[in-house]
């Protein structure tokens, strides 16, 4: 079997880890032949690829990013249903050529949907999920989401010594994209008076009681981490951070700041969590495809690595939902949500 590995859309720390353990057991356990797709679908456009052996993928564990690079290069038309598009014939073409039995797609949600377009066309596929955002449905955590939550709770954590320094209200933006589960998991776990999540509405009245009421109880200080995709005022371009912050500080008089974290979260070494859970994921694909089963893609339901159809992900995005635990739990211990 000769198998072409690429990785697409945004990058994240962890990605690495996955490449190494798809290939090494590729090469080492089942005897595959490996080639790495530079640039995600980009290279199959332009037939730029190179072999890997066991030698390129020293040092790639602890690594942050993709040493293949990636892209968000569209190959279908979002809303065409035909999937015979001049780039997929192009595409198409490049695996024929290469003699490409299968392809091993790394990436989030949008990785998912292309992966499946081109199950569609008859291309051997098997998906691995890695986004900061965790929106990928069928899949506890997807790679790359615990390495963001490390480098956003850290974040978190740096601002409660400089509000209550100032006595100010402290507003961080994580990303997630549509999704609020970076912000659900870093927020709780960095100890955060307020968290705003997309799928939760708002009220700003709400959120100026929790403030002056921490004030009464002698905290003069509030850290406030909003979600980068929580609805604003839609006639504004601001950014969320800075929407919320100024809305703060005219509902409540309090000096207030705001803070995006942005790529941060995207870069450094990933946590042991997503090393081993790239290692797990990544051998897992190598299994699928040595036994044949393609159209499928690598999922963590508990403590087990699984598959699930693609189909059944491709399209969708998982979301928080109001029962989930931590906020169950957050509201119990006074956290506001909204
Ligand atoms: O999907 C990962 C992500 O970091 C989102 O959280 C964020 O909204 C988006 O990518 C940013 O996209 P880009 O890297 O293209 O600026």
């Not at 004030?215 to 604003?232: D, N, Q």
């Amino acid at each position: 079997m000769r198998i072409g590995i690429l990785t697409s859309g945004g990058d994240c720390p962890g990605i690495n880890a996955t490449i190494r353990g798809v290939c090494k057991t590729a090469i080492n356990h089942y005897g595959m032949e490996v080639v790495g797709i530079h640039s995600g679908f980009q290279g199959l456009l332009d037939d730029d690829m190179e072999a890997f052996d066991a030698e390129n993928l020293s040092g790639l564990l602890g690594m942050g990013g993709t040493v293949l690079g990636t892209s968000r290069v569209k190959l279908f038309p979002r809303r065409s249903a035909d999937n015979h598009s001049e780039k997929a014939a192009r595409m198409m073409d490049t695996i024929k050529r290469r003699g490409l039995d299968c392809l091993v797609c790394i990436g989030g949600s949008g990785t998912q949907a292309t992966a499946a377009r081109i199950d569609q066309l008859g291309v051997n596929v098997v998906t691995i999920p890695q986004t900061i955002d965790n929106d990928i449905p069928l899949t506890d955590s997807s790679i790359g989401f615990d390495s963001a939550v490390e480098v956003a709770t850290e974040a978190i954590d740096r601002l409660h010594s400089t509000a209550s320094s100032h006595k100010r209200v402290m507003v961080i933006e994580v990303m997630g994209h549509e999704a609020g589960w970076l912000a659900l998991h870093s927020g709780m776990a960095g100890g955060g008076d307020i968290v705003l999540l997309p799928e939760l509405p708002y009220k700003m009245r709400n959120l100026g009681n929790v403030i002056i009421d921490r004030l009464k109880r002698g905290k003069p200080y509030s850290i406030v981490v909003v979600a980068e995709g929580i609805y604003t005022d839609g006639s504004t371009r601001k950014r969320a951070a800075e929407y919320i912050a100024q809305e703060i500080e005219y509902e409540t008089g309090f000096e207030t700041r705001e803070t995006v974290l942005g790529y941060l979260q995207r870069g450094g070494t990933p946590t042991s969590f997503d090393r081993n859970l790239a290692t797990l994921m990544g051998g897992y694909a190598a299994g699928l495809i040595a036994n044949r089963q393609f159209g499928r893609m690598v999922a963590l339901q508990g403590e087990t690595v699984t598959s699930v159809p693609l189909v059944e992900v491709a399209e969708k995005r998982k979301l928080v939902t109001a029962d989930h635990p931590l906020i169950v739990q957050g509201k119990r211990m006074g956290v506001c949500f909204g």
